[in-house]
């Protein structure tokens, strides 16, 4: 089994380059070795390995910034996905691919399901969904995931917004009246490998159909729920110390504005890939503590 992974050196994809060699040979490209701003080296690395999985965890993500950059956010986020998917489906192999939360327009009260309809509210969201729609139409086989708010130890996402805040701020304002799910690369990675099995041996045995799952931890937070329990965690000695913890208060988002406006709900249901795979994704709080008690 020959595996190629894109974005080797973001959240995600670090943790699928710790996990991968499970599975079979892999190469791992960082953007030094693959740009995917560069269609026809991207074509080439893909055409030189000729994968049996190609997994894609690179992406434009940064959210603010995209709306200033529409044109390059969708050539990494659209057409890149497209390109690989296309060269998929000429050697026949399966495509691992990623997604957002920030597909949805937020207005719902539920989690969102696989069936609801997408309605992008930023450039990020709208680039992310165009690419969904290129991996779809290629043909390929494919699986592709939408995750959210996903944090590691490394790279930048909220945790570590928060211990740098934490260790120069005695009060840390944060918005309250946006709702989604805190999701650990680590799950993710793992919960790509799991899936990634089976994968296999449905297509070696015929019977494997692309589809499209949200991956998430289960149950939902505010990002100020999230940096509370971040904070709490350090209280009860999980995670790094601090020398002393700051006071976390409630904000509304127009009290925090943005380049890019944000779904107010971005919850996800996943029973789809935990009724498909026999899973049970863990709670966003639990995996998070996990993840502190780990990264110590
Ligand atoms: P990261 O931002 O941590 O990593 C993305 C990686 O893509 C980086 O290593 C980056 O390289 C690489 N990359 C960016 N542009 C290019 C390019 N032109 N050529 C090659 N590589 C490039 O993302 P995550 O691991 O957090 O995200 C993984 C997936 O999950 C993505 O599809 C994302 O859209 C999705 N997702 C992420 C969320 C989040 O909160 N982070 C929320 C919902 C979905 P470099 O290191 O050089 O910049």
């Given at each position: 089994m020959k595996i190629l992974l894109f974005g080797k050196n973001g959240q995600v994809g670090w943790e699928l380059n710790r996990l991968l060699p499970q599975l079979g040979e892999v190469v791992a490209l960082g953007r030094e070795q693959?740009?995917?701003?560069?269609a026809d080296s991207l074509r080439q690395s893909i055409r030189e390995y000729k994968p049996d999985v190609i997994v894609n965890a690179?992406?434009?993500?940064?959210v603010d910034k995209a709306e200033d950059q529409a044109r390059q956010s969708m050539t990494i986020n659209a057409e890149a996905p497209g390109i690989i998917a296309e060269e998929a489906r000429g050697m026949g192999s399966l495509m691992i691919h990623y997604s957002t939360d920030?597909?949805?327009?937020?207005?719902?009260e539920q989690p969102y399901t696989e069936v609801d309809k997408p309605d992008p509210i930023n450039v990020y969201g709208e680039s992310k969904l165009a690419g969904e729609k290129a991996v779809q139409a290629s043909g390929c086989h494919h699986l592709i995931f939408r995750t959210s708010w996903v944090y590691s130890s490394?790279?930048?996402?909220f945790y570590l917004t928060i211990l740098r805040l934490a260790s120069k701020m005695k009060e840390i304002n944060i918005v309250s009246d946006q709702t989604g799910a805190p999701t650990w690369a680590r799950l993710i990675a793992e919960t790509t490998i799991e899936v990634l099995r089976s994968a296999i041996d449905e297509i070696a045995e015929g019977g494997f159909t692309s589809d499209l799952y949200h991956l998430t931890s289960r149950g939902k937070t505010s990002w100020y729920g999230f940096a509370r329990q971040i904070i709490d965690n350090i209280k009860t000695g999980n995670g790094k110390s601090l020398s002393s913890v700051p006071v976390i208060n409630p904000i509304s988002s127009e009290e925090y504005p943005t380049a890019a406006r944000r779904p107010a709900n971005s919850s996800l249901d996943v029973s789809k890939i935990e009724k498909q795979y026999g899973l049970r994704l863990p709670e966003w709080d639990k995996s998070l503590l996990s993840f502190m008690q780990t990264v110590v």
């Open positions: 693959a740009d995917l701003a560069d690179a992406a434009y993500t940064a920030y597909v949805f327009n937020g207005k719902s490394r790279g930048s996402n």
